[in-house]
């Protein structure tokens, strides 16, 4: 080896659960369950553990229960010992309220134990079902996951992926071939840059296993032990400046400079980054509390609601709801995404989701109206009507049915049509009686219009004033979307 060649890293598991854990806090079970199959040449291999670390440790010091498969004894690959250690590891999670983080690297169902390994997955996916809403759960992909076996991460509340091993397909790439003819590379099919862009499959994305064990632990950070707590405090932050943004509706802005004028300074995390873009959902904390934030982004789609902005924004609400954040919500929003391809693939189905899982939500919440909210995406985005306990709006902000050049041609356009050059004079007579700023106020569906500047404090009251509701408890699962 020269000296600018690095050394060839070896997965760990133990090594991965140290990294994780506080120093001395791991507890192990089961290091020497081993599988007693004979078949298949497997009498000469049976590693002490089956190929997976189980235990318990603390991460800043709260009690967390965690798997780690081994990729080095039998490949990781899952038999019924395998499977029972990790299913003990959710009922421990289960019965002590407290959360699971799963570390996979496994070659999937060990392929000697048959019908066996398959119900093993079935024990892991009917404990992570029976666990969604009640505790968190986590699941860290570290290196192949593949066939059903990415079912377990997928019902899951968070899947962080590291990009230089992971790799997550229902079918791999030999199997594609054969079945469609398509050549593709694992990481074309399943690798983290995919799922963190294309698929949605993965929430948080490191470059390694390290990188995603300490995402992992900025998780931990926001979420309760299970519904039954609070989550988490921390040492309150200022936040950053809050930035002037164009009041031309049609000029971009990045909607995450606003967030971060309201939340304490470097709070912010935010999942599904790369993926539906135009909606940002993101862990935060505001006077050391943590929050989950939705905020339509105005520099893609320009904001609009779309399928896969629906089904991202539905689940983080639903994931805040279950445990317990309160919800900030900033809206400027010109409608949902039309034509026919958001139809056809079901934009009415879809976009519902987010309507319920705002509908549903009992912890605090509060919107704010950045510049515009119109149609249906203005009731979507946690309007009055649908439980926000406070709406606000800044100077200017329309809400309305449609924006005025969509509305004069359905309100005027007989008189348009006889004298095309009346269209200005009809645009102006809209904006100024549907889309007057005070309108909204009026009638309720705005409480106050505030000074952006005053935002952060309005929020902090609003919040803290309804904060009494937050009773710990089940509330409901965190059905994947
Ligand atoms: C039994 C397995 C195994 C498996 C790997 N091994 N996967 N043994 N069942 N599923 C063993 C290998 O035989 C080898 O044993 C050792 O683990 C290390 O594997 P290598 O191939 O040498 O390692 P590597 O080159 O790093 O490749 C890792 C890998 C590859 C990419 C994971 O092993 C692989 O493609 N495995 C099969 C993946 C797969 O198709 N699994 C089934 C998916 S279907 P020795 O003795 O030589 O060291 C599925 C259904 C789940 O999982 C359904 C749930 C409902």
Request: with cysteine.
């Amino acid at each position: 080896m020269t000296d600018t060649q690095a050394p060839v890293q070896r997965p760990d598991a133990r090594g991965r659960i140290d990294t994780l854990a506080d120093d001395g806090s791991f507890v192990e079970f089961g290091s020497q369950a081993r599988h007693h199959v004979t078949a298949f040449g497997l009498a000469d291999k049976r590693p002490d553990g089956d190929g997976v670390v189980t235990g318990t440790v603390t991460v800043d010091g709260r009690p967390v229960a965690l798997f780690a498969q081994d990729p080095t004894a039998l490949g990781g690959s899952l038999g019924e010992v395998h499977a029972q250690k990790i299913a003990m590891v959710q009922d421990k999670a289960s019965r002590g309220r407290i959360p699971v983080v799963g570390l996979l690297d496994s070659g999937g169902a060990r392929i000697q134990e048959g019908v066996a390994a398959l119900d093993g997955y079935a024990h892991i996916f009917h404990r992570n079902v029976r666990s969604s809403g009640r505790v968190p759960q986590i699941s860290v992909v570290l290196g192949p996951c593949a066939g059903g076996a990415v079912y377990s991460p997928a019902l899951t509340d968070v899947v962080i992926m590291a990009r230089d091993r992971a790799h997550m397909f229902v079918t791999g790439p030999k199997v594609v071939k054969a079945v469609t003819f398509e050549d593709v590379s694992l990481a074309d099919l399943g690798g983290a840059d995919v799922h963190s862009t294309t698929s949605g499959v993965a929430h948080l994305v490191a470059d390694d296993a390290e990188g995603a064990l300490e995402l992992t632990r900025r998780v931990l950070s926001y979420l309760p032990s299970s519904a039954w707590e609070e989550p988490p405090l921390a040492a309150p932050v200022p936040p950053e400046a809050m930035p002037e943004i164009p009041t031309d509706h049609r000029q971009p802005y990045d909607v995450r400079d606003v967030i971060r004028g309201i939340v304490d300074g470097g709070s912010m995390l935010e999942l599904s980054e790369a993926f539906a873009r135009n909606i940002v959902t993101s862990f935060a904390r505001m006077d050391g509390r943590p929050v989950g934030v939705v905020a339509n982004q105005p520099s893609v789609l320009a904001g609009c609601l779309d399928i896969a902005a629906s089904e991202k924004a539905a689940r983080f609400v639903r994931l805040c709801d279950a445990f317990g954040l309160p919800l900030v919500v900033l809206v400027d929003v010109p409608g949902f995404l039309p034509g026919t391809g958001q139809e056809s693939a079901g934009i009415i189905r879809k976009g519902a989701k987010l309507l319920y899982a705002f509908s549903e939500a009992t912890v605090p919440r509060a919107t704010v109206i950045l510049r515009k909210a119109y149609g249906g995406a203005y009731i979507v985005m946690n309007s009055r009507n649908i439980g926000a306990d406070a709406v606000y709006s800044w100077p200017g902000a329309e809400v309305a049915v449609m924006g005025a050049e969509g509305a004069v041609d359905v309100l005027y356009r007989r008189p348009i049509a006889e004298d095309p050059a009346s269209r200005p004079e009809y645009l102006a007579k809209y904006k100024a009686e549907a889309l007057r700023p005070d309108l909204p106020n009026e009638i309720l569906s705005v409480d106050e219009t505030i000074d952006p500047g005053d935002t952060r404090r309005v929020l902090l009251g609003t919040l803290n004033a309804v904060r009494g509701s937050l009773e710990p408890g089940f509330r409901h699962d965190n059905l994947p979307q």
